[in-house]
């Protein structure tokens, strides 16, 4: 039994020795970081875009209306309000606007943290090789 633990010890041979020093730690810490922050603005920019998509769909049906309704009523915070329909379509353009701002933003802040990141991966992958790997599951 003690052979078959001095082979199994023996047959694991690193190819080398990587030291890892507090500055490489902290690059990979902040990468992971960064990367953590990536994903949550990836999932805000697609509720983004699910929100703009049902205001485009309620302008689409606010078009379809138009003549037919005097008042309409319009999701306000946590409420429904009536509003003449001049009003709601001027509402819902203003909340598209905001939207698509908002969207820029995140794109934004997404590019910003990509360019962070691909420094950090390049001189991550220059000191550890095939040691590290920096890349996502998905890509």
Do not use: W
């Amino acid at each position: 039994m003690a052979a078959t633990t001095a082979v199994s010890k023996s047959s694991f041979q690193p190819e080398s020795d990587v030291h890892i020093t507090y500055d490489d730690q902290q690059m990979i810490n902040k990468f992971a970081r960064h990367n953590a922050k990536l994903d949550e603005l990836k999932e805000e920019l697609k509720t983004k875009k699910e929100y703009l998509k049902n205001l485009e769909d309620a302008c689409d049906e606010l078009v379809l209306l138009e003549g037919d309704v005097e008042k309409v009523p319009f999701f306000m915070g946590e409420s429904f309000i009536t509003q003449n329909f001049e009003d709601t379509q001027a509402s819902l353009e203003e909340a598209k606007a905001r939207a698509q701002a908002e969207m820029k933003e995140i794109e934004k802040k997404s590019g910003d943290i990509k360019e962070v990141m691909s420094d950090l991966r390049t001189k991550l992958y220059a000191k550890f090789g095939n040691h590290i790997n920096l890349e996502a599951e998905d890509e």
